[in-house]
């Protein structure tokens, strides 16, 4: 009762008073170390060093976000005329929509979506033209037509 633990590496450290020989201290990398780093972890108990343990870490990583680009039709008759443009991409991607009537640009949320209105001022009627969308240094293209 009352034991002071903690748990000292360099990827994190922690410290806690236990208050029973069932409790036990998790340790919580404060940087996570990458998958297969091999370090040290040294356990101390009220002061005094218990052991030091060799640890490698491991890890499962989540799959890769895709990066994706579409679009949804339908608002070309609108005025003025837009589309929306949405996918997927890993967290903080960077995302870039332009055409010779209309640009925009967003990044990708921690969820790893995203989505943004491209308005197309100007744009002629029933004349075809491209909107090119880049995401994150892939590119994807879309026809569009303003039909009035």
């Not at 009352?2 to 990827?11: E, F, N, R």
């Not at 967003?106 to 100007?122: D, I, L, M, P, R």
């Amino acid at each position: 009762m009352g034991t002071q633990a903690q748990i000292v590496s360099s990827y994190g450290s922690m410290s806690r008073t236990l208050e029973s020989t069932e409790e036990y201290v998790k340790l919580w990398f404060s940087s996570l170390p990458p998958a297969g780093v091999e370090f040290s972890v040294t356990v101390k108990i009220d002061g005094n060093t218990w052991g030091t343990y060799p640890f490698t870490s491991w890890y499962e990583e989540s799959a890769p976000v895709a990066k994706t680009a579409n679009n949804t039709y339908g608002s070309c008759a609108e005025d003025p005329p837009y589309d929306i443009y949405y996918g997927t991409a890993p967290e903080g991607t960077s995302i870039s929509i332009s055409s010779p009537y209309g640009s925009g640009a967003t990044t990708a949320n921690a969820s790893g979506e995203w989505s943004k209105q491209v308005v197309f001022e100007g744009a002629p009627f029933d004349e075809p033209f491209t909107v090119t969308v880049t995401v994150g240094g892939e590119v994807f293209t879309f026809g569009m037509v303003v039909t009035g």
